[in-house]
């Protein structure tokens, strides 16, 4: 048993957690917080997009790396952190820095990928978990389902949640990949690279919570989103 902990406590310290924030200087002390306490990772890197209150000196004095986006959106955010990846890490957790994603899915989700070899990600499936119906409204709701729909039917992506922020991939999948999204529809290409690059995805049940500030998605991102699940497509 001793041998089996310490075996899953290197695989969470090969592990890095990006946090992609702006503006959240309460939600990142409360995401950084909760996964520091639930994963023996070392290395929390948050990616600011120039925020102007006080997301980047809370965030350091937790002790997380920071990172600075050249340009703007979540897809850019990604990809400045996907430039300094650590050479030596397995997986790589993203979430969002607004404090929706319980850090206790975690260590199950890098446990699949352990476990199963061809499965490149794994993703927390707000809509069939225990679901907050005031952290996901009933127009962002029924939204992510038309989206959910379009997506599989276009990119043959099968999944119930493919637009969740909380997911675990394989390092060596982002260092191939050659990102074109820079904006919330960065979820659509992910999904499209993990199955080019010939592996599956795979989706747990996570909770889901009321976020913490002020919410900035909003419904014309989800005319962007649209927009990358055709370009993938044709």
Known sequence: ???INLLKEETVENTE????ALNEEIGVA???KEM?????TNRITVVDGRSIDRTVEIAKDLGAYILYQDGFGKGDAIMKAIEFL??????VV???????YPAEHVSKMIEILEQEKQVGMVCGNRLEGNL???ALKSQFYFG????????????GVDLKDPLTGLRVVRAEILRNWCMKSRGVDVEVELNAEVLKQGLSIVEIPINYRERVGEKKLKMKHGVTILKRIFLEAF
């Open 30 to 32: 409360l995401t950084i």
């Open 17 to 20: 957690i990006v946090i992609a």
């Open 36 to 40: 520091s306490e639930t994963l023996s």
């Open 94 to 100: 993203f979430t969002d820095a607004d404090f929706t």
């Open 1 to 3: 048993m001793a041998l």
């Open 144 to 155: 992510n389902k038309l989206l959910a729909f379009a997506h599989n039917l276009f990119n």
């Open 132 to 134: 907050d119906r005031k």
């Open 86 to 91: 650590q050479p030596e890490s397995e997986y």
